[in-house]
């Protein structure tokens, strides 16, 4: 349990790190670094079968965080 516990944590430092070193800010806009469409399912063969838009990806974000902020919070007691 220990291991993949500090492979996650040396991952997300090391990223953190790269991206502090090589900042990139000359994007048109946010989504400009996905693809059009992104695979979500991919067969025994490792094959992608199942796409979605990038839009439709990141706008259904926004639903589980709303249930999320809403309801558990503030430990399944709604908003105070």
């Known amino acids: 349990m220990a291991v993949p516990a500090c492979y996650s944590v040396f991952t997300a430092v090391q990223g953190t790190?790269?991206?502090?070193?090589?900042?990139?800010?000359?994007?048109d806009n946010v989504c400009c670094f996905l693809p059009d469409s992104i695979p979500i399912h991919f067969n025994a063969q490792g094959e992608a079968d199942l796409f979605v838009n990038k839009w439709f990806l990141l706008l259904g974000t926004v639903i589980p965080y709303s249930v999320y902020f809403q309801f558990l919070r503030h430990g399944g007691k709604g908003n105070k």
Request: glycine letters at 0%.
């Open 17 to 27: 790190y790269i991206n502090c070193c090589f900042p990139r800010f000359d994007w």
